[in-house]
């Protein structure tokens, strides 16, 4: 958790760093600009820079708001499908409590904890790189064969314990399928090339907004670059939430399940 923690911290702080070089190098431009064109500020050309620039200030708030909402809907999906699919691994490990067969429990926990491991290790990484990965996993599989040994003729209780088994193993290769598809699929480039388009052109309006006082002005300009570079930032976070970040989906989850869900099954056996 404290690993966690510094990671978003200094992926913060990195933001932070970023926004505020370009908010500097913004105050210097903006300096160059107001004095080479102060002699010029005629009542028509300040007319028109504010026209200009509240045209461009509506433009960018609306293309702003629907980006981020597209980001954090990318965020929320793959978080609920995550979420899912360990809440689908407790479940099939919480069901091994009813068989009588010690050796098969352990047998199906440390293939879930195998799973997990190749999760972690292995398809996240093909997830950042958005790399095609096999249908069906190996370790799932060797579940579904595990399941199968289950003697559904010894008992109704069995049969019972079969069936719940199967329904949630298809929940788990749905939710997988799920989360490779939309890892699979990037944030829509032309929206944001429409963003960076946008961006640059609230930020260069800025820069034509003549005020009386330079003071007033560049505490304009430095505080717009430094929202406008924020705002960029964090769409390009939360869009692509299986990449480190401060908002990202984690793996820590399944890399949990390496080291607690063996010990776990082992408890629950007794002897």
């Not at 699979?184 to 009386?212: A, H, N, Q, W």
Request: hydrophobic residues 45%.
């Amino acid at each position: 958790m404290k690993s966690k923690n510094h990671k978003n911290i200094f992926s913060g702080a990195k933001s932070l760093l970023i926004s505020g070089i370009l908010s500097v190098a913004a105050f210097a431009i903006n300096a160059i600009i107001y004095v080479l064109l102060s002699g010029l500020a005629k009542q028509e050309l300040v007319f028109f820079s504010s026209a200009f620039v509240t045209a461009a200030t509506t433009i960018y708030a609306i293309i702003t708001g629907f980006t981020i909402l597209i980001a954090f809907t990318r965020y929320q999906k793959l978080n609920n499908i995550v979420n899912e699919e360990l809440a689908c691994l407790g479940d099939i490990l919480d069901f091994t409590i009813y068989l009588e067969n010690n050796n098969l429990k352990i047998k199906i926990a440390e293939t879930l904890k195998e799973y997990g491991a190749s999760i972690s290790n292995d398809e996240w990484v093909r997830m950042l790189d958005r790399k095609p990965y096999p249908k069906t996993s190996l370790y799932l599989e060797k579940t579904m064969q595990l399941i199968n040994q289950i003697p559904v003729d010894e008992g109704e209780k069995n049969s019972i314990i079969f069936e719940a088994f199967i329904n949630r193993i298809k929940d788990l290769t749905t939710f997988r399928a799920n989360r490779l598809k939309e890892a699979g699929e990037p944030f829509p480039k032309l929206l944001m090339i429409t963003l960076y388009t946008i961006s640059i052109i609230f930020v260069l309006s800025i820069f034509l907004l003549f005020t009386p006082n330079f003071i007033i002005q560049s505490i304009f300009v430095i505080s717009s670059v430094f929202v406008a570079t924020l705002v960029i930032q964090l769409i390009n976070d939360v869009g692509n939430p299986y990449k480190p970040g401060t908002w990202h989906v984690s793996r820590e989850s399944y890399e949990n399940i390496q080291t607690s869900i063996i010990n776990q099954a082992r408890q629950e056996i007794p002897g």
